[in-house]
């Protein structure tokens, strides 16, 4: 069976992702940190969220500058979007390069962005230059749902926490981009770029 490695933040929509995805390949998920000194690390939130849906997960180290330009991209702009976007695009780009992972040979990699997202957002001409210089196959199996019926679904297959982004313990790389920018810019900053929204977490899956 084919392998696929699936960017995973501990929460519903990469979980989901991953579970879709299970019928037809083994799945791997990449828990996608920078590893800052003095800022936590995801790694284990997603450790500990990807055995409770039950697949392996593998920790994918990134790069800081990477993390530091997002940051800066992000204040200057006063809204995240764009270094979400730059994030993201840099965690696709490392996971499909394969010697993050050991150098496994995955024939696909897959992340839990969906139809009504508005960042991050990966376009047709990106994929397919990501296909062409990694020979790998991209998938975005949540791209033809809108978020009514990601939550059904999510619903019917996992068992999920939901709260505010600041309560909610996940594995995904924005806590580390909170986290940095508080230590570059202050508290205060972060209140101002992050609009308040919900984060999810999940449990395990449901029988």
Do not use: N
Request: glycine share 10%.
């Amino acid at each position: 069976m084919p392998t696929v490695a699936t960017l995973f933040s501990a929460g519903k929509d990469s979980a989901l992702a991953a579970a879709l995805l299970d019928p037809f390949y083994d799945v791997t998920l990449c828990s996608c940190t920078f590893d800052l000194g003095g800022v936590p690390s995801v790694a284990e939130t997603a450790r500990e969220a990807g055995e409770q849906v039950g697949f392996p997960v593998a920790s994918v180290e990134l790069d800081e500058s990477v993390a530091r330009e997002a940051v800066d991209r992000m204040v200057a702009d006063g809204y995240p979007r764009e270094g979400i976007q730059l994030v993201h695009e840099h965690a696709l780009e490392t996971v499909a390069a394969r010697e993050a992972i050991g150098g496994t040979a995955f024939a696909a990699v897959t992340d839990g962005t969906r139809r009504d997202d508005r960042a991050p957002v990966i376009e047709r001409p990106f994929a397919q230059s990501l296909e062409d210089r990694h020979g790998i196959d991209y998938l975005r199996p949540l791209a033809g749902y809108g978020c009514g019926a990601i939550d059904d679904l999510a619903e019917r297959l996992l068992d999920v926490e939901t709260g505010p982004s600041e309560a909610i313990p996940t594995g995904d790389y924005e806590t580390e981009l909170r986290a940095l920018m508080a230590a570059e810019y202050g508290e205060g900053t972060v209140s101002e770029v992050f609009p308040e929204h919900v984060q999810s977490r999940v449990r395990g899956r449901r029988e």
